[in-house]
């Protein structure tokens, strides 16, 4: 199994700071997903990031995949309480088939 | 929109018994996939199949086994429950789809069941 390591496990921040998340690997994956996870539901895809050194946006967030392709960030600038929820990696399996995930990041925005 | 659609949101079930969760898709995926989620240890994939009829053992398969005689459904079967499999269980499909070594595998995954077994 390939090991996605994400850091830091928890965070807690006031709305309104900046925060970067994770995902750390040995292994090359062809891509890495984020996903997030609120209370009682199912992840929910965030992006995909495909090419070594690509950075995407989506609003106040900023994925960045490693030039390796081994690891992963995310930053969220100016956080609001609305992304309180767990920060999952994810990346394709040897298999080809299934993700392997990694433990996540449970981020708490209070206001 | 995808739907995931798991028959059950909470389950309570007694040592010893055979359980049975149920999960549909609506989008024709060919992929399908049952993880369990427990604090601190993440999502880890107890099966997965990528076509009907067809499974392969995921990182913890041991005291489950998985049925997909349609290509929608995708079950998880609990052969004789036991209190360590008390867990969130989440099943999730997505479209097998690779372009050069570029693989788009977009999990999308059902509102989880949290089974408890006593």
């Known amino acids: 199994t390939q090991l996605l390591e994400q850091s830091p496990q928890f965070l807690s921040i006031q709305e309104g700071e900046n925060l970067t998340v994770y995902c750390n690997s040995s292994s090359v994956f062809s891509s890495l997903q984020w996903y997030r996870q609120e209370p009682g539901e199912g992840p929910v895809l965030l992006v995909t990031v495909v090419t070594g050194g690509e950075v995407k946006k989506l609003k106040r967030l900023t994925f960045q995949f490693g030039d390796a392709r081994k690891d992963s960030s995310l930053h969220i600038t100016a956080a609001q309480p609305g992304d309180t929820g767990l920060y999952l990696c994810?990346?394709?399996?040897?298999?080809?088939?299934?993700?392997?995930f990694g433990k996540g990041t449970s981020l708490l925005v209070t206001p | 929109d995808v739907k995931v659609t798991q028959s059950s949101r909470y389950l309570v079930k007694r040592t010893g018994e055979k359980v049975f969760l149920e999960c549909v898709q609506d989008?024709?995926?060919?992929?399908m996939f049952w993880y369990r989620q427990d604090p601190g240890l993440g999502l880890r994939l107890i099966y997965f199949?990528?076509?009907?009829?067809?499974?392969e053992k995921g990182d913890i398969p041991e005291g489950y086994s998985v049925s997909r005689e349609k290509k929608e459904r995708f079950s998880l079967i609990l052969e004789s429950a036991s209190t360590n499999q008390t867990s969130m269980y989440l099943c999730?499909?997505?479209?097998?789809?690779?372009?050069?070594?570029?693989?788009?595998?977009?999990?999308?995954f059902g509102q989880g069941t949290r089974l408890t077994v006593v």
């Open positions: 999730a499909s997505s479209l097998y789809d690779r372009f050069g070594e570029q693989v788009n595998t977009e999990a999308f």
């Open positions: 199949s990528y076509d009907v009829k067809m499974k």
């Open positions: 994810a990346g394709v399996s040897n298999s080809g088939y299934a993700l392997n």
């Open positions: 989008m024709d995926h060919e992929n």
